[in-house]
């Protein structure tokens, strides 16, 4: 019989974090010990945050699923990916169609209308309109309809019996250092929604959430930096908490808990500038690959020349849909090099890193790898070395006892 699910998605902890550092962890390293673990978990192609997210919810590779990056190509540019450009069902829609109660506590890359009880996530208005974008974008309808969504009467009323705040942190978000306090305690904030949802007398079935500051600390601070333990520890609280409030009302033993990134982390030495290296391309950086969309043929053989001074090399397009084969192509930088574009006046063709932990690296490349950790009545003892990002919807989908027939990959371990 088939029990209920949580899915915490932990922002950017790679395989090899979690390995070395896992003593930090105590939660996570308990659904460890208890339950199931996914040593290597390959990242989605490539390896930046909506392309995971996507690949968790869908089972879909990127050609199939539409995301590819976390600015995909429109045909004139490239823009945000949003909820709407998911081309397959995803699990939460399924499970809601199946007849399970849904609820999506701030996890990017759904449409609230998959779920019966929906919060956006924190990021979303920062998303629309970035801060740090050089030109600030116009908002995405997808991303509006998200963000405005209201979670409505039972998420309030499982949040006054719990006693915690409905609403998220009113915190000066006008500064760096404001933003990712803002981000910190929301993220914390979402945790205790989860557990207090969890553990009302009308749980769903199937709650899924995520953790996000692991991910913008490791990029500011850098790969294993005390602050990236620090913040990885917080996320291991967050689920913790979940934990606590589940042990509280009687029903932990009824769960269970999927706790993974969406892509690994690892340590960058420099970064290069595609807006000085071919000035004018039209291009997309995300962590170690660059996309490409060239006006010509010539402009393409130019790029390419261009960046080969650097050691950069075409990487095959096939996380590409098909349809935008012959305009969108996929470079990646040598090992520990990324690039970016993020300040607007750069001169120079090289620096040192404004992240100077990333991840988006050549597809195959370990630091790209995640961990991922299973523990509840469904799941098995055991561990295995690794396992591929399409695995993840059908390894949930039977937790939730769902159909997986159509599923192209098996799941990560037999239910039981
Ligand atoms: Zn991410």
């Given at each position: 019989m088939a029990n209920k699910l949580i899915v915490l998605m932990v922002d950017g902890v790679s395989a090899e974090h979690y390995a070395l550092?896992?003593?930090?962890f105590p939660h996570f390293a308990a659904l460890e010990k208890h339950g199931f673990r996914v040593e290597r978990l390959k990242s989605e192609?490539?390896?930046?945050s909506l392309p995971g997210r996507t690949s968790m919810l869908t089972g879909a590779t990127a050609d199939i699923s539409g995301?590819?990056?976390n600015k995909i190509w429109d045909g004139e540019r490239f823009r945000y990916a949003n909820?709407?450009?998911?081309r397959v069902p995803t699990l939460p829609a399924r499970a809601k169609e199946a007849g399970l109660d849904v609820a999506i506590l701030g996890?990017?890359?759904?449409?609230?209308?998959?779920?019966s009880l929906f919060h956006a996530p924190w990021w979303t208005g920062a998303f629309i309109?970035?801060?740090?974008?050089a030109a600030p974008e116009p908002a995405e309808a997808a991303w509006l309809r998200v963000a405005t969504h209201q979670p409505g009467e039972r998420f309030a009323a499982a949040c006054a019996a719990a006693g915690i705040p409905s609403e998220f942190p009113k915190?000066?978000?006008?500064t760096p250092e404001g933003r990712m306090l803002y981000g910190i305690v929301a993220d914390h904030m979402i945790a205790d929604w989860v557990g207090a949802v969890a553990a009302s007398?009308?749980?769903?079935d199937l709650i899924m959430a995520e953790f996000l500051s692991t991910d913008s600390i490791q990029h500011a601070s850098?790969?294993?930096h005390d602050l990236s333990h620090w913040i990885t520890a917080q996320a291991d609280l967050a689920l913790g908490k979940i934990m606590q409030r589940l042990r509280l009302a009687g029903t932990l033993d009824q769960w269970n808990f999927a706790v993974m990134s969406d892509h690994g982390h690892s340590a960058v030495t420099q970064s290069l500038h595609p807006s000085v290296i071919v000035p004018g391309v039209r291009t997309q950086c995300e962590g170690g690959s660059l996309l490409v969309a060239p006006r010509t043929p010539e402009e393409l053989a130019h790029v390419t020349e261009q960046l080969a001074a650097y050691g950069v090399e075409p990487y095959p397009n096939?996380?590409?849909p098909p349809e935008y084969r012959e305009q969108v192509f996929v470079f990646v930088a040598p090992d520990g090099i990324s690039f970016e574009?993020?300040?607007?006046?750069?001169?120079?063709t090289t620096g040192a890193p404004g992240s100077p932990s990333t991840h988006?690296?050549?597809?195959?490349?370990?630091?790209d790898d995640r961990y991922a950790l299973f523990m509840g009545p469904n799941v098995p003892t055991g561990a295995i070395a690794s396992g591929t990002a399409t695995q993840v919807a059908p390894t949930l989908a039977a937790l939730l006892g769902l159909?997986?027939?159509?599923?192209a990959a098996a799941p990560l371990f037999m239910t039981r």
């Open positions: 550092d896992h003593g930090r192609v490539l390896g930046t995301v590819y990056a909820p709407d450009d998911v996890f990017g890359m759904i449409q609230p209308e998959s779920a309109q970035r801060a740090r974008d915190i000066d978000a006008a007398e009308d749980a769903p850098g790969y294993r096939t996380c590409i574009d993020d300040n607007p006046n750069e001169t120079e988006g690296m050549k597809p195959g490349m370990p630091g159909d997986i027939s159509h599923y």
